[in-house]
């Protein structure tokens, strides 16, 4: 059963109890993330969140550290381009202490000067890691491209000049500014009591200010074209095109057109470029939606040698689809959908994530047989359309390693 309950604050607190289940997952879910960032401060917002690990309300690191796991319990947490959540997994009775955990560490950090100076060395080492790896950074390239010059294109992670700049006054500012009440869902799966949680919730969050957050300025798919020249025995390519946001009336078809086109070994990507012709070990498409916008990723890694020809036969793949896709590739990826889903909501983290995603999307919570009829209503013409509009517009894309580019 899910409950919600939304605090004079303006904190939603909801909860999915789980029979059978003798744990439980707790996370604080913030709708900010590094859309929200201004350019020269670019990585805040996953600095931050490393930042609050390094001591709050008069514990240290260590101490964080040991808290959670003296009771068997993980905490951790990540950062996008559009949320940050904060999660804790422990047994039942430990519950508490996770949300205390979280609450301290988002409205009482430490953020001492000379932490913040190590934590920096630590983020721009991930961020060498990052360019070090051309299957993950030709993705940062590919946003770049689709929003040029935008919040949206920029890195989570951020860069070497916008990292170093950040201060603890930056830091507090952003805290302040981006953790409203009216902004955050505490949520928690398994073994939970829902009015329990609720009153731990108006207790430990009494700190947070009120109200929500400004909604970034809407996005502007550009296109365009990155090349990187790296050292790599590979050539990387990635291909974007516009898609719909997460609320788009076409998100869900569009979403069984990436699948379908390269979301599997079943799929025609997989089966084409790598069965049929050898021409990439690694080969996918991919739908990232977000709130007022989507991308529609295509990815492969090819030999030198050969990444005209996987390029050639990518186009021509997309270009069958839209005509010719059947029935049977919908049910199939359909039903992929729906087992992914189910699966999910097998263990309190993804049942916590669930709810987190609806209330963060629909502002509400959102049967999964809600979602599951949603599926089913998806017809061949709605993906093969959905699939049409993508691919008829402008489009990004990102190489590393290729001999040679073609113009976008």
């Not at 999915?16 to 997952?25: L, V, Y």
């Not at 709130?291 to 990444?307: E, F, K, P, V």
């Amino acid at each position: 059963m899910m409950q919600l309950t939304i605090l004079p604050s303006g904190l939603r607190v909801a909860t999915r109890r789980m029979p059978g289940i003798e744990t439980a997952a707790v996370g604080l879910y913030a709708d900010t993330g590094s859309r929200h960032e201004p350019a020269p401060l670019n990585g805040i917002a996953h600095l931050f969140e490393h930042m609050v690990f390094k001591g709050a309300a008069g514990r240290s690191a260590r101490e964080i550290s040991e808290a959670i796991e003296d009771v068997g319990g993980d905490l951790n947490a990540s950062t996008d381009r559009e949320g940050t959540n904060f999660m804790a997994s422990v047994m039942a009775e430990h519950v508490p202490l996770g949300v205390e955990l979280i609450a301290d560490m988002v409205q009482r950090p430490h953020f001492r000067a000379d932490e913040l100076e190590r934590e920096k060395d630590v983020v721009l080492q991930e961020l060498g890691e990052a360019r070090d790896t051309p299957n993950d950074i030709i993705f940062d390239d590919l946003q770049a491209a689709a929003f040029a010059d935008q919040p949206l294109g920029r890195s989570v992670l951020g860069e070497e000049p916008s990292i170093e700049a950040i201060t603890v006054d930056d830091l507090h500012d952003w805290r302040r500014g981006q953790y409203r009440a009216g902004s955050l869902s505490l949520v928690a799966a398994g073994k939970v009591d829902h009015d329990r949680l609720v009153e731990l919730a108006d207790r430990l969050f009494a700190d947070l200010p009120t109200g929500t957050l400004r909604q970034p300025a809407e996005a502007r798919f550009t296109g365009g074209t990155r090349v990187g020249r790296g050292q790599c025995d590979q050539a990387h390519l990635a291909l974007g095109f516009a898609g719909p946001a997460q609320l788009g009336e076409d998100y869900l078809a569009a979403r069984l057109f990436a699948d379908a086109v390269g979301g599997g070994m079943s799929s025609r990507l997989f089966q084409q470029l790598r069965e049929e012709r050898g021409l990439a070990y690694s080969v996918y498409a991919m739908l990232q939606p977000w709130s007022d916008c989507g991308l529609l990723s295509i990815y492969a890694a090819t030999a030198r040698r050969q990444s005209a020809s996987a390029a050639q036969l990518i186009e021509e793949v997309l270009e069958e689809a839209v005509r010719d896709l059947g029935e049977r590739e919908v049910n199939r990826v359909r039903t992929q959908a729906k087992a992914g889903l189910l699966m999910s909501m097998e263990s309190p983290w993804g049942q916590a994530h669930y709810v987190a995603r609806q209330l963060s999307v629909y502002g509400r919570l959102v049967p999964v047989s809600e979602v599951v009829a949603q599926l089913e209503a998806v017809t061949v013409d709605h993906v093969r359309e959905a699939g049409r509009r993508m691919l008829s517009g402008a489009r990004a894309r990102a190489t590393i390693g290729f001999p040679a580019v073609r113009a976008a």
